[in-house]
């Protein structure tokens, strides 16, 4: 770009590029700076620069979008991931499907990337929604092998495409499974009708002007903090406890208005006003019923025999806060463990071949094992100083398992960058399932960045370009 009324090429270059980035990071369109005002204030912060083109910044946009991706290529080359997904329609009717990857590098920092928002034309069937991820793993030279698991919520095409099409283990999200299980819980009849009820009393309120205005001056009157009532979304089972909360707050002021408008219909008696202030005084059966019923949804999906079981308690044993397991029975612990043990063994068996192919170890006859933990495992040495390796992995998982659980509010990562050279081969593996991510929230996340891109007044922008301002907007 040409320098302009004095200023030089290259600062003219690196306004552009930050006028690009704060395009691209704030979410603003582009067309921002072709506005009067924008130049006006980009006049009296800098007089000589010119503000380029709206198809000049498109075009750094694209430039700046393979610049970013073929670093995350760089980042992600030889990395074990795991990925989230899920799929979003936008206000223009346009499917599509992101995938995040999160992976722990060698500073054991937790890295979490968005790789894609690809639109789907086709239905979101098992297969299709397979193939599209294979599709964008595929532009970032990941093998499949590479990916550890895929989270996502329980909707059987996404379940579907990641176990029976990709063959992964798929991790269901955590927090659609709780408000799934907590769902089925408040199906509890004595449960479910003060809350219905709760819901048609907000639901009133936040409707009728009037009676919202009634609602107002009973506050003031009675002297309670004036609030609008919640109500709740059938997706975030927080938000019935929410909204029990504040209609228990409001409970003086909203019978006043109930009473005075013939409103019956929505109050509640006394039982049920201390079933949902106190449910454990209110009506003990109806919460022992409540809670079977979650107990027993989320045994369902947390099965034994599925994959995500030993998936995440394999994670949970390589977390040195939860590594004793307390949570399993004695054989569970077991075959946990014995599954960490054989994968130990593998990553044994890959750092030998690597040093048979490179020809020499350390020039020690304990070779490159040997050499990193010095004296500790000589003991195990064998004939002429050979390794008994399946000995030295005993050994570490011995050292490891009778390490003292750090506290539930320690960082885990901090914990394996001090003391992993002590167990090399657990460290591994820590770097892999530690980087699992619990929930989808992470590409449901995405969505809300890309709401705010394809908006009302843009919502006729092309899905590849969707796609790099999401990206960019998530990875700068």
Known sequence: MPASRGLS????????????????????????????????????????????????????????????????????????????????????????VTVTAHFINEDWELKDIILKTAEVQKTHTAEHVAECIANILGEYNVRPQSVLSITTDNAANYINAVERHLQVANVPCMAHTINLAVRKGLTVRAIESPINRLKATALHFNKSTTDSYLLESKQRLLGVKPAKLINDCATRWNSTYDMVCRAADQQAPVAAVIMEKKLGHLELNTNEWSLMEQPSTGDPQALNDMKTKISADLEKRYSHTKDAFMLLNSASYLDPRFHRLFHLTGEQQQEVRDKVHREMRLIAEDEEHAENEEGAGDGTPLGAMGSLLGNVYRQFAGPGGTLDSGLVLQQEMRMYDAETPIPSDSNPLSWWKTSGTKYPHLARLARRYLSIPGTSVRAERVFSTAGMIVNKKRSALDPANVDRLVFLANNL
């Open 9 to 96: 090429a290259e600062r003219q270059r690196k306004i552009t590029d930050k006028l690009t980035r704060f395009i691209c990071k704030d979410m603003r369109p582009i067309n921002i700076s072709q506005g009067s005002g924008f130049k006006d204030f980009v006049q009296e912060l800098e007089p000589r620069y010119a503000v380029p083109s709206r198809a000049t910044i498109s075009d750094r946009v694209v430039k700046l979008y393979d610049a970013t991706k073929d670093n995350i290529k760089k980042m992600l080359s030889g990395e074990n991931i795991s990925l989230t997904t899920d799929g979003w329609t936008s206000i223009a009717t346009e499917a599509y």
